[in-house]
């Protein structure tokens, strides 16, 4: 594997980012939604970062900025994705760095992360990097649109 290279995502990222997010997390990904999502982020408040080797898209974060009414503004990962070909060589850790460096950046000091309950190994690679599991929750969802 060649040297892997991180940059922010452009729109034209969309199709990769798709590939990846329907490899492993298993989540339905539309394209030209993606398109429109990365078209439009707030860089002030989020922002995606690429891992790239060899001209491929090989893993994504995004990020942004956590706001509550009770503590202090954290960063909070709202997708970490590396293609399974390419977990264990240092890409997951490549685009982990650069979102601390980005929230580090806007002032931030510390960081949330959600991940899903079956993920074990993506739960070991996080404590690797320091990340501690705090409490345990469920996820409610609600369609707004349904009686």
């Given amino acids: 594997m060649s040297e892997i290279m991180i940059r922010t995502a452009a729109p034209d990222d969309a199709a990769s ?41 090989v893993g994504y974060v995004h990020a942004e900025i956590f706001r509550t009414l009770y503590m202090e503004d954290m960063m909070n990962y709202l997708g970490v994705a590396v293609s ?12 982990i760095a650069a979102a601390e460096e980005w929230a580090l ?22 404590e690797t990097l320091g990340y501690k599991n705090d409490k345990m929750q469920k996820h409610f969802i609600k369609d707004l649109q349904s009686k």
Avoid at 27 to 44: K, N, Q, S
Avoid at 111 to 124: P, Q, W, Y
């Fill in 17 to 57: 980012i798709c590939r990846i997010s329907c490899e492993d997390p298993g989540y339905a990904c539309d394209e030209a939604f993606v398109r429109e999502r990365l078209a439009g982020l707030d860089h002030e408040r989020e922002e995606v970062f690429i891992a790239e080797t060899d001209g491929d898209c």
């Fill in 84 to 95: 399974s070909r390419f977990r264990r060589k240092g890409v997951g850790r490549a685009i």
């Fill in 105 to 126: 950046d806007k002032g931030i000091h510390s960081v949330r992360l959600d991940s899903g309950e079956k993920r074990t190994g993506a739960h070991k690679f996080y």
